[in-house]
């Protein structure tokens, strides 16, 4: 069975401060990792994908991979009330369907 | 581009009843998904579709069941509703090939209760 796992939170922070997400997977042959955001009553929307080892940045986000150790994190850096959601982690399957495994979600709070 | 819609927004029904779900996308995506979603229990795939046509399924099938006649178009369809098929119900679809093609896109869900 595919795992995908995440702390559900609440993960609380400050405004301002930096916000570290993770998550880790089961299955080795994962090659495609996504972050999506989801606020409550909506549905989820991707924030980043990552493919390879190491970091990726975009704005205030930054996903990082460690397959080795199988694992994926999201930073938020100067956290925002409006970031206030629950944040998905989604691993593709490695078949040719392009499922996904998500997991359970890490909800996040922005205090201001 | 509308993206991906879904009808209704909120449905109740009865224990027993059907119903279809419609999901529609404009993106000229190959690739469909159907997820429902549990409070604090993640999404997880009923069935998908790689084409028109061509279906499969997922991790949580039992009581649905799907069609794709075209390219557009994967409703899903419950039959004998249940008290467990009360969730969220949320259509994606993703072009399919390349890395690119491997992002979901999500539609805004169709609420679902079964009393």
């Known amino acids: 069975q595919k795992e995908v796992e995440q702390n559900s939170g609440p993960l609380s922070v400050p405004e301002g401060a930096i916000a570290s997400l993770n998550c880790t997977y089961s299955?080795?042959?994962?090659?495609?990792f996504f972050w999506y955001r989801q606020y409550s009553g909506k549905s989820p929307e991707l924030i980043m994908s990552i493919y390879s080892n190491g970091d990726k940045e975009d704005g205030r986000f930054t996903a990082q991979l460690n397959k080795a150790s199988q694992y994926v994190s999201l930073l938020i850096r100067d956290s925002q009330p409006s970031d206030s959601a629950t944040y998905l982690c989604?691993?593709?399957?490695?078949?040719?369907?392009?499922?996904?495994?998500f997991g359970k979600g890490t909800k996040l709070s922005v205090k201001p | 581009n509308a993206g991906v819609t879904q009808t209704p927004k909120f449905r109740i029904l009865k224990i027993g009843q059907s119903m279809t779900l419609q999901c529609t996308q404009d993106m000229n995506h190959n690739y469909m998904y159907w997820y429902r979603q549990d409070p604090g229990m993640g999404l997880k795939l009923i069935y998908y579709?790689?084409?028109?046509?061509?279906?499969d399924k997922g991790e949580v099938p039992n009581g649905y069941n799907v069609s794709r006649s075209t390219t557009e178009d994967f409703p899903l369809r419950l039959e004998l509703a249940a008290p467990s098929q009360t969730s969220v119900y949320f259509c994606?679809?993703?072009?399919?090939?390349?890395?690119?093609?491997?992002?979901?896109?999500f539609g805004p869900g169709t609420r679902l209760l079964v009393l």
């Open positions: 299955d080795r042959g994962s090659q495609s």
């Open positions: 579709s790689v084409g028109a046509g061509i279906t």
């Open positions: 989604a691993v593709n399957s490695g078949g040719s369907q392009g499922n996904l495994i």
């Open positions: 994606a679809s993703s072009y399919g090939s390349g890395r690119a093609g491997e992002t979901q896109y």
